[in-house]
C-alpha cells in the first residue's frame, strides 16, 4: 500500500517529470517496489519515469476514487 506521499510522488513522475526534486525520500520507496525508474538523459541529466506497474497501480487507484 502506498502512503499519500508516494501516491502523490508517483502521480507527480507520470504529469510533471521535471519538477520531481530528485532528493525525495518516497523516490526509493517506488524505486525499490519497482513502480518508477531512473533514465539517464543523452545531456548527462536524470529524470524519473513511472513503469508499467507503476501505470497500473495509479490505474488500479483512479479506478476506485
Known amino acids: 500500500m502506498l502512503s499519500p506521499h508516494e501516491f502523490a ?5 507520470k504529469d510533471a517529470p521535471n519538477q ?3 532528493g525525495r525520500e518516497e ?3 517506488l524505486l525499490e517496489r519497482q513502480l ?3 533514465e539517464r538523459l543523452a545531456s ?8 508499467e ?3 497500473n497501480a495509479l490505474r488500479a487507484i483512479k479506478r476506485f476514487s
Open 9 to 13: 510522488t508517483l502521480l507527480l513522475v
Open 36 to 38: 518508477v525508474q531512473l
Open 20 to 22: 520531481v526534486d530528485m
Open 27 to 29: 523516490l526509493d520507496a
Open 53 to 55: 506497474n507503476g501505470d
Open 44 to 51: 548527462g541529466d536524470d529524470r524519473w519515469l513511472v513503469t
